[in-house]
């Protein structure tokens, strides 16, 4: 029996996309994360004081999930300061982090993974 290749994609089509259980997910965007270099300077937990006693370079995802858990308009915002760099004039961390500025990240991530990245992180309220 020859299936052709239409059957084949329209099968494929009809299965939907496949479903991660949340791990998985987790899992999965963490991947994404440290592959575009997200992971030199955040952590997803707060990190203990440094031993030079500096805080660190940028804010824990977990303290950003905190921060704008009620702004409904932190997505989009977000993912524009990801892919663009964050104000080195108005840091929304000033005295919490080492660093001045987040360089844009538009060289490392596509503006959908970033925004699927912000929303996860979004959603990593204790
Ligand atoms: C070179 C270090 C560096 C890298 C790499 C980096 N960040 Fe950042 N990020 C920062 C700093 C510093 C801040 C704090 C900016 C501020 O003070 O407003 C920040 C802030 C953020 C914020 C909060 C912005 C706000 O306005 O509060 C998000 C969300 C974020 N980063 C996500 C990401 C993601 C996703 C990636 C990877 C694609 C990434 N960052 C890569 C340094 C970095």
Do not use: Q
């Not at 299965?15 to 949340?22: F, L, S, T």
């Not at 987790?26 to 030199?40: E, N, P, V, W, Y």
């Not at 804010?59 to 905190?66: L, T």
């Not at 409904?72 to 977000?78: E, F, H, I, M, T």
Request: proline share 9%.
């Amino acid at each position: 029996m020859r299936i052709s290749l239409c059957a084949v994609a329209a099968l494929l089509i009809a299965a939907g996309p496949v479903r991660a259980n949340p791990a998985e997910n987790d899992a999965a965007m963490f991947k994404l994360a440290t592959r575009s270099g997200c992971m030199a300077c955040h952590s997803i937990l707060p990190v203990p004081a440094r031993a030079d006693g500096l805080p660190p370079i940028a804010p824990a995802w977990r303290d950003i999930a905190i921060k704008y858990r009620d702004d409904a308009l932190a997505s989009d915002r977000l993912t524009r300061t990801v892919m663009t760099g964050s104000n080195p004039h108005s840091s929304h961390w000033v005295g919490k982090i080492s660093a001045v500025t987040m360089p844009p990240n538009a060289i490392a991530i596509t503006e959908g993974d970033a925004r699927m990245l912000v929303n996860w992180i979004l959603v990593l309220v204790p």
